[in-house]
Structure formats: C-alpha cells, structure tokens
C-alpha cells in the first residue's frame, strides 16, 4: 500500500512536472523564428503570409494555441509539420523506434558492466585493478559523448583501423538492426558515456556497504562471504546507484540526439537537426516533451525499484 501510495504521489509531481515543462517549451520554440518568412523569404507579399499564417493556425492567439497543443499532446496528435504538412506522428514514429532501440541496447550493455566494474572494483579497494579503473572511469566521465564518439572513429572507423563504417546506413523504412554494423559506434559511444558514472557511484556505495554494521553482523554470524556479497552488501548498494542510473537513462534521451548526428543515425536526433533551422515548431516541441516524458518516466521507475531492492526502506513504508 506504501509503494501506492509513493507511485500516486510521484505520478501527480510527474504530470506537473510536464505541464511546466510542457509551458517552457512552447514558449521558447516561438522564439525560434518566424516559419512563414523561413518558408517564403523576407520578398513574400503581405496577403500571401497572411494567408499561410492563418492556415497555420498561427494568427490565433498564444493561449489558444498552447491549450490546443497540450490536447493534442494528451489525445494522441500533435500538429503537424510547418514544413510539408506533414502529421508530426507520421514524421517520428519511425525515428522513436530507431532511437528508443539505440536507448535500450546501450543501456542493456552498459548498466550491467558498470555494475559489475563498481562492485569488483570496491571488493578489490585499493587494488592495481581499482586504482586503474578508477582513473579510466574519471576520465571517461569528463569527456563528452561527442568527444567519445570522434575519437572512436579514428580508431576504428578511419586512420588507424577501418573496421566499423563511420556513418549508421539505416534505410527509410528499415529496423534499426539491419544495419548491425552501423550500430557499433553509437552505442558504444553512449555505453561509454554512461558507465563512468554509474560504475564510480557503485563503487563508492558498496565500499560505504561493505563497512557498514550490519554486514559486519552477517559474517559474524558465519555466513559465507558470497551469501555476505549478494544477499547483504549489493541489495543495499544497489539503492543508491538506481538513482544514478535513473539520470543516466534519462541522460540517454538527451545524449542520444548529439550521438545520432555525430553517427546520421535515423533517429530523433536527425529530425530535430531538421527542424531547428526550419523553426519548424511543431517537430522540436514533440521532441523535447518525449525526452522531458522519459525523465519523468525513468524517475518514478528509479524511486520504486530503489524502495523494492534496498530492505531498509521497504520496512519504513
């Protein structure tokens, strides 16, 4: 009943949340310029923008257009595309798959290793293997996705070794495992990008862990150091590294468009690269409330699994 309760509770700061964020961005996506002279040039005859800016909605006013939007959002249409006419659902339906699917495997791959990396790395405190690990994985945090992934095609796309292409070759139309080699670089890009900070905040969590009372108890007790391990010390490590996982997950909402142009991956990334110098509104507002949808999302999984996995919150609800 407690978990309910917290889910209810999280759900309502959630559609809050998107409601203001929702504001924000249809706010400053009318700033980005006006489309009417982007389409037509500053030479277009007055009556002419008249008449493409009333069938574009864009002679109402601002209040009624954000409430019509928002309702279109909830309902399942969000406008359509200043540029071609095109139904904004038709435009990126295609590229959510594509980006949702770059999302899970980088995340299937660079979660567990990070895991892995942070516990291993804790078990063996001040070890060669902790020490070198440790300044691999700051180093990685401090470098950005783009840096990551430029240098990886040096390495393995161009000068050094030619073995992966540079570019994804995702045809219109296609999955996005069709092309397997063209998803290497990108998701190791956003599979590094991830695991420094997950990996440093496990192994700070299960150190913390590790010398705690109660795992003192346990092995007082006389069990065994793998019963110790799993059972006692990576449950409640596991807890405050969700968190951190939680923002790197919603990270990679973010961190997934830079990744997609760097790699002409057809994703959400390449239809906001579009849509920007076209201010074509309508596209950038969808993309920026589907990544604002996965923050909110990822938070509220993060805050139930947290209480799920770690027993001494479990007993305070």
């Known amino acids: 009943m407690g978990i309910f309760k917290l889910i209810v509770r999280r759900l309502l700061l959630g559609v809050v949340t998107l409601l203001i964020v929702s504001l924000a961005v249809f706010l400053l996506t009318n700033v980005l310029g006006d489309p009417i ?9 007055p009556d002419v923008v008249r008449a493409r800016r009333a069938e574009l909605g864009l002679d109402r006013p601002l209040t009624t257009r954000y409430l019509e939007w928002v309702k279109g959002l909830v309902t399942g249409d969000p406008g359509v595309s200043f540029s071609n006419g095109t139904p904004v659902w038709d435009l990126v339906k295609d590229r959510i798959n594509n980006s949702l699917f770059l ?3 980088s995340a299937a791959i660079s979660i567990p290793l990070s895991l892995f990396l942070g516990a ?6 001040d070890s060669w293997f902790d020490r070198i690990m ?8 401090a470098m950005p996705e783009f840096v990551v992934g430029a240098l990886l095609t040096v390495l393995l796309a161009t000068n050094v070794w030619h073995v992966l292409p540079a570019v994804s070759r995702i045809r219109p139309g296609e999955p996005p495992w069709s092309d397997v080699d063209g998803l290497v670089l990108p998701v190791l890009t956003l599979a590094l990008a991830v695991t420094p900070h997950v990996g440093r905040t496990m192994r700070a969590a299960m150190i913390e862990v590790l010398e705690s009372d109660y795992v003192e ?3 007082l007790k006389g069990l065994s150091e793998r019963t110790v391990l799993w059972r006692h010390a990576f449950p409640n490590a596991l807890g405050p590294t969700m968190q951190v996982i939680a923002l790197n997950i919603a990270y990679l909402a973010g961190g997934v468009v830079i990744v997609e142009i760097l790699f002409n991956f057809r994703g959400l990334g390449i239809v906001l690269l579009d849509a920007i110098p076209d201010a074509n509104a309508p596209v950038v507002q969808f993309v920026a409330m589907f990544i604002a949808s996965i923050y909110v ?3 509220l999984v993060a805050d139930v699994v947290t209480i799920i996995v770690t027993p001494r919150l479990r007993t305070r609800l």
């Open 103 to 105: 999302m899970a495997i």
């Open 120 to 125: 291993f790395a804790a078990l063996r405190r």
């Open 217 to 219: 108890m346990a092995r």
């Open 134 to 141: 440790s300044n691999q994985l700051l180093v990685l945090a």
């Open 37 to 45: 002279k982007r389409q037509l040039g500053r030479g277009a005859l």
């Open 297 to 299: 999302v990822t938070n």
